[in-house]
């Protein structure tokens, strides 16, 4: 980015703000709890736009990037009091959340920007959809799960499930129920391991500090879900603390990938196996509670991009023996002509 990238597109017209930290004033609407999310820390997410085009056709779909830029770029009070570096602190705090995807979550200070990473992209990614959706459809929510389905790739963007909610409860003044009926058929969330690293904990101080909205929030869904369960499982106090979304202890943690769950209409493993594993393990119980919500998705790459960009040596060999590109890497079935080739020492000499 420092020498220019000509395929990315700064979009300054394009930007939302994004909050951390500060408290919450709640009031009731019409019997319904609402609240106003106030203080803290503003920065602003800029869109970026990365254009994807596809292959042998007019289409081109746009990815859109963000970058995080502080909310006051200066603080004249610090510089006047002679804090040069505290004048430009809350500028350095703001860049850093884009500055490294994923940074080391090993200490406190680790954890929290890796939750503001997570909790940035989501936010400003959300606003984005709903400022589309409402140019269309505004005053209408009925429509909203089928013009946007988003989907959860592993836990890292869980907090979206929340944030949405926060936005059509709290903005845009929905009842809870009408809500979470938007909410629910919005999200969808895929797995991709039974590894404990991709079972993402939070702990709730820092959602509690960071954003403080977000957990009264992770509470109320989880009542409404505890009381579900009550119902379903009557007097089993262990199973029910067992998939409750607040992992008890020393220091309770909010369960991601239980959010994840409870918050979406469908869940996926990413092979067979993997799916299978997820119904007969972690997910087990889940399983039992929605059936048939836990589904298989076969992961898959595009051969376009995949091999007849990539590898330049081996398209050109599957062209010259089976046929041109738009006849094999829009159809893989095609691919089943080089069986034919296999005692061929000329191809198989190529291939190696």
Known sequence: MKNGNPWEIERPDVKYDVRFYGHVRKYHDYGVERAVWEGGETVIAQAYDNPVPGYNTYNTNNLRLWRSRPG???????FNRGDYFGAISARQSAEYITSVLYPNDSTPA??????????????????????R??????????QFAAKNQI????THPAISTVELLRILLDE?????????NVVYHTFAY???????????????????????????????????????????????GEKISRMSLIEEGDEKKVRMAYLSIVCSHTVNGVAALHSDLLKATIFSEFDQLYPGKIQNKT??????????????????LITDFIGEPDEWCTNLDNLRQLEAYADDNSFVDRFI
């Open 133 to 142: 959706y409402k140019r269309q459809h505004a005053g209408d929510w009925s």
């Open 110 to 131: 680790g954890k929290e920007l890796r939750l503001k990473q997570q909790y940035f992209f989501c936010s400003a990614s959300l606003r984005d959809i709903i400022r």
């Open 151 to 154: 989907q959860l790739n592993d």
């Open 172 to 180: 845009e003044k929905l009842s809870y129920d009408e809500a979470w």
């Open 72 to 78: 006051a770029e200066f603080d004249f009070d610090s």
């Open 190 to 236: 895929t797995n991709h391991t039974v590894l404990p690293e991709a079972l993402e904990k939070w702990s709730v101080e820092l959602i509690q500090r960071l954003l403080p909205r977000h957990m009264d929030l992770i509470y109320l869904v989880n009542y409404y879900y505890i009381e579900k369960l009550k119902q379903k499982y009557p007097g089993d």
């Open 299 to 316: 992961n898959g790459v595009t051969p376009r991009r995949w091999i007849y960009c990539c590898n330049p040596g081996l398209s050109n």
